[in-house]
Nanobody, 117 residues
Framework: QLVESGGGLVQPGGSLRLSCTAP????????IYWIRQAPGKGFEWVSS????????YYADSVKGRFTISRDKVKNTANLQMNILEPEDTALYYC?????????????WGQGTQVTVS
């Protein structure tokens, strides 16, 4: 299970920092994905970070505004979101893929709401 936090209501142009933690395993061993779902829309991949923390990817819609990172001491993966726009309003999830006995499982958090208004 993953647990997200840090969502909230912010004005356009503002910032929020989302965090994702795993109470029962070490996040740094896995790729972490941030995915969002806006009201009435499908899921949209936002950003990814590799297990080493050196490799990062961003959707074009957030590139230059969002920064993904890890804190290995705190066992968190973070998404710093700056210059927020109303179009960023969504439920934000962190997720990872875990392989057990040659089977791959997708593990998601419950999501944290971000509202830009």
């Amino acid at each position: 299970q993953l647990v997200e936090s840090g969502g909230g209501l912010v004005q356009p142009g503002g910032s929020l920092r989302l965090s994702c933690t795993a109470p029962f395993f070490t996040l740094s061993s896995y790729w972490i994905y941030w995915i969002r779902q806006a009201p009435g829309k499908g899921f949209e991949w936002v950003s990814s970070i590799g297990s080493g923390g050196q490799t990062t990817y961003y959707a074009d819609s957030v590139k230059g505004r969002f920064t993904i990172s890890r804190d290995k001491v705190k066992n968190t993966a973070n998404l710093q979101m700056n210059i927020l726009e109303p179009e960023d309003t969504a439920l934000y999830y962190c997720a990872t893929l875990i392989e057990v006995d040659s089977l791959t499982y997708a593990v998601w958090g419950q999501g944290t709401q971000v509202t830009v208004s």
